[in-house]
């Protein structure tokens, strides 16, 4: 591989690897959605929560605004968290049985999981390229890193189907919501594994013939 390929390809990997790390951030935070109630009167204190795919963490916040909505109130200070029942039998979280759906939860956190299993094997494949004349790895890592970043899509857009289904449904107080920065994290994580795993595929491809009588075999390999 040529000194220009191999720069371009430790700075794709540079990016995959802010992108690996901000997956891992994203999975293991409960800070995906944070939703509030409607208040009927003024000063009362908001019962905020905020959770992710393992857990959910409710506080009191009071509030002290015109508008009768705690809309956009982080929980600070003492909070109540507890792990999804259907993680942890042990736990309390009565809350979460009537307000989501827990086939969503599940598959939700499956999905994230799988794609920091393509996350780990891809980084052993780039690790092991880096040998002598083992560039054909860097293939398929950058296969295993686009697919982590397919699955991570996909677990954000279950966690937002299972938000919609929380907000709309009869049994929570919960109205109002808004995404926070593990779902950023998520987010960003898609566009850095995605794009670097298609670049590095293109950039981990050998040199096209430059004469039309020649096939890639025939090809003079780079030094």
């Known amino acids: 591989m040529s000194q220009t390929k191999t720069a371009k390809v430790r700075v794709t990997l540079f990016f995959i690897l802010v992108g690996g790390v901000l997956a891992m951030v994203a999975v293991v935070t409960d800070h995906w959605a944070v ?13 905020a929560a905020h959770f992710g795919l393992w857990r959910i963490c409710t506080a ?18 003492e909070k109540n968290c507890s ?14 049985e009537f307000t989501t759906q827990k086939e ?30 083992r560039d054909y790895l860097l293939r398929p890592a950058s296969m295993f890193y686009a697919f982590a970043g397919l699955c991570l899509i996909v677990s954000v857009e279950v ?11 009869e049994d929570t107080v919960w109205i109002e919501h808004y995404y926070s920065w593990s779902f950023a994290c998520a987010c960003a994580a898609f566009i850095l594994l995605f794009l670097g795993g298609l670049f590095l595929q293109l950039f981990s491809l050998p040199r ?5 009588w020649e096939s890639c075999m025939d090809a003079e390999p780079e030094h």
């Open 35 to 47: 939703l509030s109630p409607h208040l009927e009167h003024h000063n009362e204190t908001c019962e």
């Open 60 to 77: 009191r916040v009071a509030v002290h605004n015109k508008d009768k909505s705690c809309e956009h109130v982080t929980p600070s200070g």
């Open 83 to 96: 792990y999804f029942r259907h993680f942890n039998p042990g736990e309390s979280s009565e809350i979460f």
């Open 104 to 133: 969503y939860s599940i598959s939700a956190a499956a999905i994230a999981i799988f794609s920091l299993g393509f996350i780990i094997v891809g980084s052993i494949c780039a690790f092991l390229s880096f040998g002598n004349k």
């Open 159 to 169: 966690m937002r189907q299972s938000v919609k289904r929380m907000i709309d449904s």
């Open 208 to 212: 096209m013939p430059q004469n039309p």
